[in-house]
């Protein structure tokens, strides 16, 4: 038994560090950091690098990982990114650190390579690593290295916190940034610090974890979950609490392997469900208490979002009578609507002159544009970042295929199915969640995408040794074009239903849930009945976007549904634009199409280019909010306009009508 | 409105261009003039893409060989390479540029993710090779178009003798098995080889099929082998996993001796960290390792160092699969009729008998055996090579021959 509660006091160590260096950034810039699982893997694949790889000594690499790379890139970061983000929404914080954590794994292939580690790979302590006994229990220098990092980062943080002058700084500024800068305090520089800080414990934990994570990027995105866990029942603003909680996790997923069969799979289901039900059992007994000020975090991403409705609803009002009609609140939607039904049109051209792989791949984008249609209405309207949309889909693959292939029904009967399948799951996952607040939303969909992972999508009985279970399509949609008709029917019909709603009555209630929550309650809304709805018809739609998929691909294969691959699809949602329809299908178009030129036309080293592309342009929201998709809209108009005004005058000169068109600004269609 | 026609204009035009030229410069397939078309599905990036570098160099180089010898019925044979990126719907992205877009008539589809392709590839009626991964298709109905580089796989999965005979042989007296939970062939495999131990009366002290693929926490496991006490280990696990594994045993006190992994022979052991670690392990190879120096083995390596830059101080080990899936699609384009096809392909392939890649499989083996021939964790005919790890060298066991089994009775 003291074996496995040191074994479980080690791995909850390494969950504190990182818990640690959430709480950190949160209490100090309001920034809950999604790449902090990524950038720890980052680290130890550069540790792995200089130690392993190029035979750097143990302390130059870790000093150079740890002590200088990390705390200058979250500087770095800091000054480019975070810096910035410290008064943004819930929801452009969230993207943003999502796209970073998108970007960062593909970023380390590059720099890195792909390095086959045999064994374990090098922690701090030298090879071959030493082992203690203490009271007859083994205990390895790493995992000593591993305590006494956490012990020593609990003693100086707690020292420089309480007796220094520096902490009492930092404290002054988590207390009231503004009384702080009165006393001549700089926020920004201890916002800095603070993330460099973060970083550099991010690095460490890399570090420390790798021996026992390997070199995976999944195995990280598992300790962010873990963290994020303690993070949130120490209700974000509680040091010691996270630490406990992350000790107290380690123990009992430890205590778990030991009383679990070891010839069962019981354990491997149990492991990654326990930060779900420590998160469970505080939903149930403490969420009463949580502190995260929702009303005001909800108001500002509804003003954020309502500003931008008013800006093109000015520019009608400036524009005559004509343009007037179509740019009428809702402009942006109205806009968006209009090119969605000419995107759809010019879709439904390709297949009649592309060839089977290109029409193969409009299928696929076609059939992702509406699993990603799911975020339009949860994210893009509700306002609510849901991190399990990749789940919901993947039940309705796995639902699709059974009806189809087990129960022999219909396909389309099945796909319809699907999605009243996953609408209980949406609804119980927003009933647990809508009420606590933006960023729990985020925090607890993304643990119980990883509890769907393991308890679900790895059982034997939908993974079939391997062969998943075959989905049928309808039998009018067999091929290739027609398939691809058939799915941009389906995005057609649900697109024209989500406008709709936008329309409806509980439509307007949706957006005046996310504009404010206290107003929509004044007026006699129930804002958390009509975000629980809205969690549950986005599932449906997720559901018959994951269906669809499972009928592109023949099976229902639902490794191709992790939580990390959901990331990814938040990240390309928000990349093009989160908020319209016409966004949701070019951004499927997006990830089907982009890695099929970059397979199609360029070498094998660039694969892993588009992720971070998709990452990258994610962190854009921070600057475009509307995503790529405004831009390009912002060029096209401009380009429009400046046609328009060569075609009725003709060239002029530098004073010319032509040359008073002004360019796009870098804010597109939001200026 | 224009500014919106505009933006999918611009896109939609984007996207024609871009897909336009795809498909132009293609069509006709192989035909009955000009090289024949082959493809390659590996993970040349993404998350196992260390594990399968060099499969693309090996395929290519047996491809090379037979060209220099006049390539198949006097024509050439031209290799196409996609990457899956190490998903399973990027494998099926890439069958469907080599078959849609590159006109290939035979697929290796050396990956993890092969099962995201394979009713594709099935309804296309496109031979596949490969090295029986991820899943039990390769001898299960109606998969009958794939072709394992070693035989195909009974499905029912039975117990062979092959294992647990050379255990009891080296010594063990009892087992400890480990394979991961979240990977029904290791885990089958260990369970397997526990019975095989079993039956040939090793004790089976231990057995945990609960790890987990991409974790090398394998603290439990390690605490639960030192409470059981067994003085060999048996892991179906990938190679890094199995050593992680023995390690976190040692330092937790088990007293394991001898260890024997299904996976793990490789050049890159030499001269590491792991290399003390793993001193008088055995690993099973399903080919003839460089080792045994056999005519076989001699010409292969000549020929990888040729075409794919295989060192003369390094061997082959796991990227040899590129090498073995290259020999099946030569055999069945040489089965097939004079103007090979996907079809022909296949039926002619299934009727061959004998069949040894050149002398590297441990037993001939018989294309017409679908559903049969050897067993999951065991090469064709239910035989292995086993290569050990004494100093700073791999030696094979027994005699340099294979060691071989058939299903344990009863």
Known sequence: MTAYVLAGLVSGSIYALTALGLVSTYLSAGVLNFSYGAYAFFAASCYYFLHSQHHWGIAVSAVLVVLVISPLLGLGLWAVLFRGLARSTTLIKVAATIGLSVAFPPVAQILFGKPQVYGTPPGLAPQPVAVYHVLGVAITMDQAIVLACLAAVLVIGGVVLRFTGAGLVVRAVVDSEKMAALTGVSPQRVSAAVWAFSYLLAGLAGVLVAPILGLGSDGFTFLMATAFTAVVIARLRHPGRAVVVALLIGVATSLVQKWAPPSSTLAQDLVPAVPFLFVFVFILLGSRRVTEERGDHEARLGAALAGEDERHHRRAQAAGPARRRYLAAPAAAGRAHAGLIVTIVVLAVLPAVLNSYWVGLVGFGAAMGVALLSFTLVTGEGGLISLAQVSFAGIGSAAVAQFTTVNGLPALLALALAGLVALPFGLVVGLLTVRLGDLHVALITLTFALLMDSLAFDSSYFFQNGLGVNASRPSFAGGGASFAYFALVIFALLALFLVSVRRSTTGLAVVAARWSVPGARTIGLSTTAVRVQAMGVSAVIAAIGGGLLAMYQYASLLNGFSTGQGLVWLAVAVAVGIRSPLGALLAGLAFAVVPGIFTQYLPASWTPVPTLLFGLAAIGMVRQPDGLLADIGGLAHWLGRRAAALLAHGPAGPGGPAARVSPPRPQGVTR | MRGAMLTTTVAAAVLLGVTACGSSGSGGGSGASGPIKVGLITSLSGPLAAQFAGVNNDFKARIDVQNAS??????????????????????????????????????????????????????????VAGGQYSGPFWGQQPYTNMFGDWGSINPGSPVYTTIGRYLKSVGASSLGSVGFGDSPSSKLDASNQAASAKAAGVKVAYLSTSAQIGSNDFSSQALGLKQAGPDTLYSSMGGSQSIALLTAARQAGAKITHSFFISGYSPSIIGSSAQQMLQGADFGVYYAPQQADTPATRATAAALQKYAGLSKSSFYSFDLVGWLSASVIVRGLQAADANPAPASFISGLRKVRGYTA???????????????GTTEGLGAGGCLYVVRLAGGAFQVENGGKPICGGPVSG
């Open chain 2, 70 to 127: 006049g390539g198949v019925g006097g024509r050439r044979i031209e290799v196409f390479v996609a990457d899956d990126a190490g998903s399973v719907q990027g494998n099926l992205t890439a069958a469907q540029k080599l078959v849609d877009d590159d006109h290939v008539i035979a697929v290796a589809d050396e990956s993890a993710f092969v099962a995201g392709a394979i009713r594709f590839l099935k309804q296309q009626g496109i031979p």
């Open chain 2, 358 to 372: 050149g002398g590297l499989l441990p037993a001939p083996v018989n294309f017409s055996d679908f559903g049969g």
